[in-house]
Nanobody, 116 residues
Framework: QVQLVESGGGLVQPGGSLRLSCAAS????????MGWYRQAPGKERELVST???????NYADSVKGRFTISRDNTKNTVYLQMNSLKPEDTAVYYC??????????WGKGTLVTISS
C-alpha cells in the first residue's frame, strides 16, 4: 500500500510563500503523474497543478505565475512552491499520485492558511 506524506503547510501572511512537499512510499518507477489539489471551506476540491512523467506541467488559471510544481524522481517526491499567496489560496492541499496502471493515491492533506 502506497502512503503519501505531505508537509509544508501553515499560516502565512498575504504575499508570503510556502513550499509543500509530498513523498510517496515504495518504488516510484511506475509513477505516471503527481499533483496537488485543494479544497477550501464550503467548496469542492479543485485542481491546482499536475506534473507528468516527462515533467510536463499543468496549472489552474488562478495560480499561474505564482505557483511552481516540480518533482524529484529519486525521492518519489513532488513539490509545490507557492509565492505571492492570497487569502483565497486558503485551503487544505492534497497530494495525488497516479501510477501507470491507473491506480491513484491521495494524501491526507495539509492546511494552508493565508491571513494577516
Amino acid at each position: 500500500q502506497v502512503q503519501l506524506v505531505e508537509s509544508g503547510g501553515g499560516l502565512v501572511q498575504p504575499g508570503g510563500s510556502l513550499r509543500l512537499s509530498c513523498a510517496a512510499s515504495g518504488s516510484g518507477f511506475n509513477i505516471f503523474a503527481m499533483g496537488w489539489y485543494r479544497q477550501a471551506p464550503g467548496k469542492e476540491r479543485e485542481l491546482v497543478s499536475t506534473i507528468g512523467s516527462r515533467s510536463n506541467t499543468n496549472y489552474a488559471d488562478s495560480v499561474k505565475g505564482r505557483f511552481t510544481i516540480s518533482r524529484d524522481n529519486t525521492k518519489n517526491t513532488v513539490y509545490l512552491q507557492m509565492n505571492s499567496l492570497k487569502p483565497e489560496d486558503t485551503a487544505v492541499y492534497y497530494c495525488k499520485v497516479v501510477y501507470r496502471d491507473g491506480v491513484e493515491y491521495w494524501g491526507k492533506g495539509t492546511l494552508v492558511t493565508i491571513s494577516s
